[in-house]
């Protein structure tokens, strides 16, 4: 199996998910215009996936203030994706959440983004894919550690960056308002001397 090049146009799909207590149909094409977080998790009722999927949703603020769409995704049905909404955070439930939960009850969208196990559930992978549809960042965990919010943000934020000052690149653990390189042998200096 070819793994997914960052870089890459993003692979397409439609699908039923839970949005509000409804059943909607996503297609990733209609988020073209926006970032997009797309994040996998193996499956609904487990224990720490409800500790992601709840922190992208207290977050969610912060991701629509840049433009970005959240979309979770994990091989049980729409119909499981909802009891799940439906139960209370203090039972191991989400309560409601503030972007889709998609069903990927065949698996095609987990295979396509290669984060399918041998027994069938998903890795936690987490792409970020930008308004034109490319894949600008991947990150697979294995299942049993959770994913930081914060690092994704910080993340987005350094994509969106170096998107709009193309001159420009971050370095290690760049922070909005903090300095950048010129990716030029001279005048990388000035940010060398700068540390």
């Known amino acids: ?7 890459k146009k993003a692979p397409d799909f ?10 909607i149909s996503i297609n990733l094409k209609e988020y073209l215009g926006h970032y997009v977080v797309l994040f ?3 499956l609904d009722f487990t224990f720490v996936c409800p500790t992601e999927i709840t922190a992208f949703s207290d977050e969610y ?11 979770g995704v994990s091989v ?3 119909y499981s994706h909802l009891a799940w909404l439906q139960t209370d955070r203090a039972s191991g439930g989400l309560g409601d959440l503030n972007y889709p939960l998609v069903s990927d009850l065949k698996k095609e969208i987990s295979i396509a983004y290669n984060v399918l196990t041998d027994t069938g559930v998903a890795l936690r992978g987490l792409f970020i894919i930008d308004k034109e549809g490319v894949i600008q960042y991947s990150l697979i965990n294995n299942l049993a550690f959770g994913r930081s919010v914060e690092e994704t943000l910080r ?3 350094a994509i969106q960056y170096v ?3 193309p001159d420009e690149v971050c370095p290690a653990d760049w922070q909005p ?3 950048t390189l010129i990716p030029d042998p001279l005048k990388s200096k000035e940010y060398f001397k700068a540390i």
């Open 1 to 7: 199996m070819d793994c997914l090049k960052v870089g």
């Open 14 to 23: 439609s699908a039923t998910a839970v949005y509000d207590q409804e059943f």
């Open 40 to 42: 996998f998790y193996p």
């Open 61 to 71: 603020e912060r991701f629509r203030s840049l433009n970005t769409k959240i979309l």
């Open 76 to 78: 049980d049905s729409h």
């Open 155 to 157: 993340t987005l934020q």
């Open 163 to 165: 998107q709009s000052h």
């Open 177 to 179: 308002g903090d300095k």
